[in-house]
């Protein structure tokens, strides 16, 4: 039976804006409190899903969620109707409503992690919603990310979803973009890669010194168990502490990985050769191969990665074995970094071509292209029991582009968010999206 690679993107939201609101996220700190466009961010994201469709690949699309969160705010003590809610919050805690109304579910890298059916222990795909508890604008993501999964992934005989883990900083879990997946199809049982930021109860753990690591090892190991992944099956690994307070806030900044590649930088874990050694091994017993890339530092430095999200990239199989790198604008922009890729690419490695696309609206809060697609390896039947609302195709993207350009904002500011008329908006905008994506009622504003 065949099997595919299918990247869900998310599509980003009608309040999408530039909050500063992540802290160790150099991008989000650096572009806090400019104006933002949401529509052409939305726009950005399509063409990018079109393209990706154009090219013979199988391509989903993740709904945005209800911003502002009327109910976040009430849970802080905000009361009154809707509108007073707003305004109360705008009066007396304006970075409480920022926080409300961010569009950061666009980042469905961190939406989830997602064990293929060759994986696990039952045969069907799980899902684990990412309970994001770093950031209290990204907590609030995952009830809402819950139901949006389950009605794309409906049928419970193919598809498992867990609840997010416990929403405490020792089992703090972003979802994907700290996951990567090896195999020598999507359709046999591969290595799934867990690398975390630290440890929360083992003290003997390095951990990051000025920026937080979101992820934990605890965590990472929670959700391996809920997926019923064997030992033979994983490999765990810590980030490099140093890189962290350099930036990398996910392991998707520094490190790629698809097939039996992996794509990272010189300086991006600890114990590196280790660890190879145990991807190595492990995946030789499933009978693929594995083969690393490591970039250098004294061609890319740490900090060219996190400014261009070189690694942030979509790493892709095409049908004639060679892969594909789809990469942000903002590596063109840099010189290294640009270099690198055309020697990666002319050296006749597994990587062939690089791809560039404009992402700049997502790119100045820190979401690259991996950032923005969560990846979910599926045999024939598993697509066939895929939602097909939610799969892209040329109508389908027609309508999307027509939805965006009638509901979206072509700028946005801080003082925007305090208006209630957005509230309306975006509520108008998400009740038309279930009906084109065929999800029903997912949001807090349709179930209440
Ligand atoms: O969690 N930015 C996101 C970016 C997430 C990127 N995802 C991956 N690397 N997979 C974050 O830091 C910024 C929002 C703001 O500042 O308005 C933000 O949430």
Not at 415 to 436: K, V, Y
């Amino acid at each position: 039976m065949k099997s595919f690679e299918v990247n869900f993107d998310g599509l980003v939201g009608p309040t999408h804006n530039y909050g500063g609101l992540s802290f160790g996220n150099v991008a989000s700190q650096s572009n806090s409190q400019q104006a933002s466009s949401p529509k052409e961010a939305a726009l950005q994201g399509l063409e990018k899903m079109k393209a990706l469709m154009d090219m013979g690949f199988v391509q989903g699309v993740l709904a945005p969620q209800e911003r502002p969160d009327v109910a976040a705010l009430r849970s802080l003590g905000f009361s009154g109707t809707d509108a007073q809610v707003i305004e109360r919050a705008a009066k007396d805690a304006m970075p409480l409503l920022v926080a409300s109304c961010s569009a950061s579910s666009m980042w469905v890298a961190n939406a989830a992690t997602v064990s293929p059916s060759a994986d696990t222990a039952d045969g069907r795909v799980h899902f684990t919603a990412a309970n994001l508890n770093c950031k209290f604008h990204r907590s609030i993501e995952h009830p809402t990310t819950s139901r949006v999964l389950g009605a794309m992934f409906a049928d419970q005989q193919h598809f498992a979803h867990h609840a997010a883990l416990p929403a405490v900083a020792q089992f703090g879990d972003e979802g994907a973009a700290n996951h990567t997946r090896f195999c020598r199809d999507y359709g046999e049982a591969g290595v799934e890669f867990f690398v975390y930021g630290r440890s929360a109860f083992d003290s003997r753990y390095p951990a990051p010194q000025k920026y937080p690591a979101r992820q934990t090892h605890e965590a990472s190991q929670a959700v391996a168990r809920l997926h019923g992944l064997s030992e033979e099956g994983v490999v765990f690994a810590q980030q490099n502490p140093s890189v962290i307070d350099q930036g990398v806030f996910h392991n998707d900044v520094i490190a790629v990985g698809n097939g039996e590649l992996l794509f990272h930088h010189e300086d991006a874990f600890l114990n590196t050769e280790s660890m190879l050694d145990e991807l190595r091994r492990k995946l030789a017993a499933r009978g693929a191969k594995f083969e690393s890339i490591s970039v250098p530092r004294d061609q890319v430095t740490v900090d060219d990665a996190v400014r261009s999200y070189m690694f942030n990239s979509q790493l892709l199989s095409r049908a004639d074995g060679s892969m594909l790198l789809i990469v942000p604008e903002e590596c063109r922009a840099n010189p290294r970094v640009w270099s690198y890729l055309q020697g990666l690419t002319s050296a006749g490695g597994p990587i062939r071509e690089v791809k560039v696309f404009d992402l700049k609206q997502s790119m100045q809060n820190g979401g690259g292209p991996a950032c923005l697609r969560l990846r979910v390896a599926l045999n024939e039947t598993e697509l066939a029991a895929v939602n097909p609302g939610v799969i892209m195709s040329a109508p389908l993207y027609d309508t999307l582009t027509g939805w965006v350009n009638k509901h979206y904002r072509d700028a946005l500011r801080e003082s925007d968010l305090a208006d209630p008329q957005l509230l309306l908006e975006c509520r108008t905008a998400l009740d038309e999206l279930t009906q084109i994506l065929k999800l029903g009622s997912v949001y807090p504003f349709q179930i209440n």
